[in-house]
């Protein structure tokens, strides 16, 4: 297993368009985690899956975001109708248990015009 | 609310020296920290990760220190080198499945 893959690596997207990542966690890992990361800023959390249920989501998962984890393996990000305020890195983590820490992917980021 | 600061945002050091970032968090509830490095437009790298019960890890040139009770970790870099330059960011872990970052500290070591 070579890590968290994420894709794409870049995404460029007019403004009012949809955009979907995809990030595959490390495969004996249960936990996804999603996190947003803004230029200067610390990544901030987003959402979490456990297997495929959808445990929490952070208030700045506005209604036109959407997180599936449909089998327990990869999961999707979906951003509608995307602002030019959804520009950020889009960061997916794994993890097997809480006291081995997390793994991140390399990211996509989002560029909207 | 967990709050986490890095303490100095930007350091640049030459070649050689050792050098010492902080982290700071307001909860010393924690589960776990972990240190990570960012290197331009690119994930993040896990470097450390010390559990609450413990008081240090190492791993090369790396050694980080957490003392819950005061809310303060240390990455000290021995012997640095210009590949050592990037952002490090610690995270704080609560055991609720999320991690708080810092804001970072851009690291840049001069040849």
């Known amino acids: 297993d070579t890590g968290v893959s994420q894709d794409p690596r870049h995404k460029i997207t007019k403004r009012g368009q949809n955009v979907t990542f995809r990030c595959d966690p490390i495969?004996?890992?249960?936990?996804l985690y999603w996190y947003r990361q803004t230029l200067g800023q610390g990544p901030e959390f987003l959402t979490y899956?456990?297997?495929?249920?959808?445990?929490?989501k952070s208030r700045l998962l506005s209604d036109r975001f959407s997180a599936e984890r449909p089998k327990g393996s990869f999961s999707t990000l979906e951003i509608q109708r995307t602002e030019q305020g959804d520009s950020a890195m889009y960061l997916c983590a794994s993890s097997g248990q809480l006291n081995y820490g997390y793994t991140f992917g390399s990211g996509t980021r989002l560029t909207v015009v | 609310k967990q709050e986490v600061t890095q303490i100095p945002a930007a350091l640049s050091v030459p070649e050689g020296e050792n050098l010492v970032l902080n982290c700071s968090f307001t909860d010393s509830a924690i589960y776990n920290l972990q240190w990570f490095r960012q290197d331009p437009g690119k994930g993040l790298t896990s470097l450390l990760l010390?559990?609450?019960?413990?008081r240090e890890q190492t791993s090369g040139r790396l050694n980080a220190s957490l003392d819950k009770s005061s809310g303060r970790s240390t990455l000290y870099i021995a012997a640095s080198q210009p590949g050592d330059s990037a952002t490090y960011l610690c995270a704080v872990s609560q055991g609720n499945e999320k991690l708080t970052f810092g804001t970072g500290t851009r690291l840049t070591i001069i040849p």
């Open positions: 495969s004996e890992h249960n936990r």
């Open positions: 010390i559990q609450s019960s413990q």
């Open positions: 899956f456990q297997n495929e249920a959808q445990l929490e």
